[in-house]
T-cell receptor, first 113, second 112 residues
Framework: GEDVEQSLFLSVREGDSSVINCTYT??????LYWYKQEPGAGLQLLTY?????DMKQDQRLTVLLNKKDKHLSLRIADTQTGDSAIYFC?????????????FGAGTRLAVHP | DGGITQSPKYLFRKEGQNVTLSCEQN?????MYWYRQDPGQGLRLIYY???????QKGDIAEGYSVSREKKESFPLTVTSAQKNPTAFYLC???????????FGPGTRLTVL
């Protein structure tokens, strides 16, 4: 079946790195995504990685993909208070004709001084 | 200014009423989606449409209806048959690159 799992909560100190982890079940997914949601707002695309890549870096964001273990992580360097939000991992399974996004429950990141 | 707009931002419904949530996009995307978000949960797919005049049920379509008469617009009606409609509703459209879905700001529906 299709399932995406994330830890629910992460607390970090301002300036430290944050690592948010995600596991997924569908090995046929072509793209995997990270979205950010601030309170009362829609989802903002942060980054995505194609399934034939191991790593993607975009400024303070680094995405690591381990296809063998079906594990995806998002690292935020030099975490700031503005990074406090809920982060969603999502996959596009082949069973949905690549039309569906399957989301995890989201990881709430709290950044404290 | 390109993007996805949803209206209203907040909506209150009495039990037994149908309400319609608006979603408009000017990104020239063919595919559009409606999701529901409940507290502490991920998003669940209600309906999606890949082209005008065509749409498919998602995972939780019961109690909802949609139409797709124009490429830019994909309204969602929450009918009185939906037993627990209080939630945050998000509309998205899908484009290139990477078939990425882009989201609107959402509508919060509350049943009184």
């Amino acid at each position: 079946g299709e399932d995406v799992e994330q830890s629910l909560f992460l607390s970090v100190r301002e300036g430290d790195s944050s690592v948010i982890n995600c596991t997924y079940t569908d090995s046929s997914s072509t793209y995997l995504y990270w979205y950010k949601q601030e309170p009362g707002a829609g989802l903002q695309l942060l980054t995505y990685i194609f399934s034939n890549m191991d790593m993607k870096q975009d400024q303070r964001l680094t995405v690591l993909l381990n296809k063998k273990d079906k594990h995806l992580s998002l690292r935020i360097a030099d975490t700031q208070t503005g990074d406090s939000a809920i982060y969603f991992c999502a996959e596009t399974p082949f069973s949905g004709g690549y039309n569906k996004l399957i989301f995890g429950a989201g990881t709430r990141l709290a950044v404290h001084p | 200014d390109g993007g996805i707009t949803q209206s209203p931002k907040y909506l209150f419904r009495k039990e037994g009423q149908n309400v319609t949530l608006s979603c408009e996009q000017n990104l020239n995307h063919d595919a559009m989606y409606w999701y529901r978000q409940d507290p502490g949960q991920g998003l669940r797919l209600i309906y999606y449409s890949q082209i005008v005049n065509d749409f498919q049920k998602g995972d939780i379509a019961e109690g909802y209806s949609v139409s797709r008469e124009k490429k830019e617009s994909f309204p969602l009606t929450v009918t009185s048959a939906q037993k627990n409609p209080t939630a945050f509703y998000l509309c998205a459209s899908r484009g290139r690159p990477s078939d990425t879905q882009y989201f609107g700001p959402g509508t919060r529906l509350t049943v009184l």
